[in-house]
């Protein structure tokens, strides 16, 4: 089951609560750090920009991005948000038009990255300025097809336009990723993830959640502790569910995954610790 599912709906509610939880917003030093790359990769002039942000989350972390942009004198001035779910869309859209007031006008509309391209960026283009689309915060690594992703993402732009992408980082052959698998087990988390099988009718005393690693994915399932019937048939106790699986990226992968997509990559910047990489990318 696509991790995308764990913001749709009903679940979107459980998401905006994991992302007000202290491990979630531990996590927003890396938006400023996005912020930081996009201005140091020197492909955006010192004015007001016009950005498109795929997987904004509940608008907290995008928040943050934004406030250091303008601090940065990238003031964003027109702000478009895409996601899967009209839900999460809704909550991001009314927490940063709180925030912008008049500074910053607020759109959103729906868009599945992993299934094709949209019109959707340039129905909502106010200009022949570059937009800068942005898609932050590990969003790439919780796609099914990464590369299928950016190119949709390409193609839904004008030459001319700029990619900002943000990962995590973690070697495939780690045999104990403590640091990897520690964001996921808080109870904030493992509600989020549950959250659409429970709105498909299980109940959650009959599920143990489970995390694991292989090949550098963390990857967390849901344990079926007794029989359960689903639709006409039955899954057995033991049945395994996929929740989520969530990549982890080495570097030269990250910056192979955007040239094969048809991105000209232009930076590349390490997070401090490592942890993170900012990419910068055009479109030609």
Not at 28 to 52: C, F, I, M, W, Y
Not at 89 to 94: E, R
Not at 179 to 198: D, G, H, I, K, N
Request: charge should be neutral; glycine fraction near 10%.
């Amino acid at each position: 089951m696509p991790l995308k599912f764990a913001y749709a709906g009903s679940a979107a509610y459980t998401h905006d609560t994991y992302a007000r939880s202290a491990d979630y917003l531990s996590m927003l030093a890396s938006a400023r750090h996005e912020a930081d790359a996009l201005v140091s990769a020197g492909v955006v002039a010192a004015h007001a920009l016009t950005v498109a942000e795929i997987g904004p989350g509940n608008g907290g972390r995008s928040r943050a991005f934004l406030t250091r942009l303008a601090h940065r004198g990238r003031p964003c001035q027109r702000y478009l948000a895409l996601d899967f779910s009209e839900t999460l869309l809704d909550i991001a859209c009314a927490r940063l038009a709180r925030f912008a007031g008049d500074r910053m006008s607020v759109d959103s509309h729906v868009w599945d990255i992993e299934c094709g391209t949209s019109r959707g960026v340039e129905r909502w283009r106010p200009g022949p300025e570059p937009v800068i689309s942005c898609l932050l915060g590990h969003t790439l690594g919780n796609v099914e097809q990464p590369v299928t992703a950016l190119a949709n993402i390409r193609a839904a732009l004008r030459p001319g336009d700029v990619l900002l992408l943000s990962v995590a980082l973690g070697p495939a052959d780690e045999p104990s990723p403590v640091a990897a698998l520690a964001p996921y087990r808080s109870p904030e988390f493992r509600a989020a993830a549950l959250q659409p099988l429970l709105a498909a009718g299980l109940d959650e005393a009959d599920l143990e959640f489970v995390l694991g690693w292989k090949d550098g994915v963390v990857v967390g399932e849901a344990v079926l502790r007794r029989p359960v019937q689903v639709g006409g048939g039955v899954l057995p106790a033991g049945h395994r569910i996929r929740c989520f699986q969530s990549r982890r990226f080495r570097p030269h992968d990250v910056i192979a995954a955007v040239g094969d997509a048809g991105w000209q990559v232009r930076d590349a910047l390490p997070a401090p610790g490592g942890s993170h990489l900012v990419v910068t990318a055009s479109r030609h």
